[in-house]
DNA sequence: CGATCTGTTGATATCCTTCAATTTTGGTGG
DNA sequence: CCACCAAAATTGAAGGATATCAACAGATCG
């Protein structure tokens, strides 16, 4: 399970934004990531055009998807941090449309569909966090689209910035804006749609008009409120805000039912 | 239900692409699409910083996600075609981060929380179907990040106009690589991020170059490979190659289980 | 049948890329 | 500990793709 500082494993952390979890549903979660391994910095954990055979999560270090271009470029397309559980239902898929790499030495469980398929079915509180946390992915791609799609490269060096924070403070991996960043450059821009050389100028102009200090793989932003402002963006889109109360209770009266039924394990 | 032309809805057609579906299946899936609404063009059906209410399927029409940005501009975020069964577990949610319009004339059929849940736990092939739904409206997203990363405006337009055919032909909408398409040139800048002067350029170019035809709201592909090559893509990300073998037999036995306990229609 | 979108075209501006060096950093082995 | 090398960061100059501005024509619709 390898828990954090804090104790609570990343994935608690997160999903815990969703809803309260209880001690056997930390259980499950922890039982999860029992089997995790190491991988080493940059490497492929998943290969475009192989097929997929499980979900991961990952419980530390940091990992991007990613597709190489015909004429060789790269698009990063997005970010894995600690507990993030991602690919739950790859398993429906015949082949991976894009690869999966570490950034950085990286600690990983293997999830296979038995597995997936008992803790949506016998848990769920669990199961909606899941879906929760889905939807939260779908928004975390739905603002990338909005970055490059309409915001200048000031706009979304803030907003990836911002956003690296934000998720990095959701799972208590952060301290005061301050956190682990293992990107470089050149990774930057292929996440953003830029040159590493235009990538450079930008941090060099926030670095000097006082809104980040970024050396030796850390980051802090000193000024988020301007920061923001420059990403035309907010964290709400991260949906961190709890599950609806009637959503809650319902999923309450749902756990009360399993447990009357068969107490404190997954089903078969 | 409205079925297409063909006699089968979109949505069976769409799900048909993952497996084979069952009569009791399709009906269950018709009766999702019994009580759609019609919309005039060119309104909200969800609006962003509401709260979420339900989940929709598009039975006819055409709609988008988009989001404004703070100086007014906006991003659209992706297109809503028929057979598109979007945002079920949408209810999890407090707010929406973005809104959602009709493009045209459009019907739709709500679908509650009690109605989702009910399908996917007593309906394994449709809980199996959706979810690989899911996973490909994932990868139509992953696609749009790369082609704004990426691409350059040609390869965009490319891009989009093959996704656009792709994924109406899968639905049995299209006719020899010709669509209706209801976008105005804003509306297509608005999803490439560009502006509707470059979008005008990019279309005059590629019909003289005689690639497509697009007039009266009608589009033609004259040439896909040509097109594909422009984009640098292929439609390999909408996983319409079906259920991977072992995936379509387990379904299979989850679905005899089913049938043996309680036959042919949704539990309670 | 005017009013308002929508599409089209040309001229100019600009943000970002490209290309090319140079410096700094980090890692590795002697 | 230092020498060495490759990767990463940095800086400058020039070019290009797309934006912006402006004007007009054509389509669509109440």
Not at 21 to 38: F, K, N, Q
Not at 244 to 249: M, S
Not at 251 to 263: F, T, Y
Request: proline share 5%; charged share 25%.
């Amino acid at each position: 399970m390898k828990p954090q500082s804090g104790g609570r494993s990343a994935l608690v952390a997160k999903l815990s934004h969703f809803a309260a979890l209880s001690d056997a549903d930390v259980r499950v979660l922890d039982e999860l990531c029992a089997g995790e391994e190491p991988f080493p910095a940059r490497v492929d954990i998943v290969v475009e055009g192989t097929a997929p055979r499980a979900g991961f999560v990952l419980t530390q270090g940091m990992a991007c998807r990613y597709r190489l271009l015909p004429d060789g470029r790269r698009q990063i397309l997005g970010f894995l941090i600690p507990g993030d559980f991602f690919d739950p239902y790859v398993f429906l898929l015949r082949t991976m449309d894009h690869s999966i790499a570490t950034l950085m030495p990286t600690r990983l469980a293997r999830v296979e569909r038995e597995r997936v398929i008992a803790v949506f079915a016998g848990r769920p509180r669990l199961a909606a966090a899941c879906w929760w946390s889905a939807l939260q992915d779908e928004a975390i791609q739905r603002e990338r689209v909005v970055a490059l799609g309409r915001r200048d490269a000031r706009g979304r060096v803030a907003y990836l910035l911002c956003e690296l924070v934000w998720r990095q403070t959701a799972i208590g991996a952060s301290d005061d804006h301050a956190i682990r960043l293992p990107l470089t450059q050149v990774e930057l821009a292929d996440a953003l749609g830029l040159t590493p050389v235009h990538i450079n100028r930008v941090l060099q102009e926030f670095r000097k008009a006082g809104l980040i200090a970024l050396e030796r793989r850390r980051l802090r932003l000193h000024d988020m409120a301007t920061l923001q402002l420059i990403a035309g963006s907010s964290k709400a889109y991260l949906h961190l805000d709890g599950a609806p109360e009637e959503v809650a209770r319902y999923i309450d009266r749902l756990e009360r039912h399993r447990d009357g039924s068969a107490p404190d394990a997954e089903r078969p």
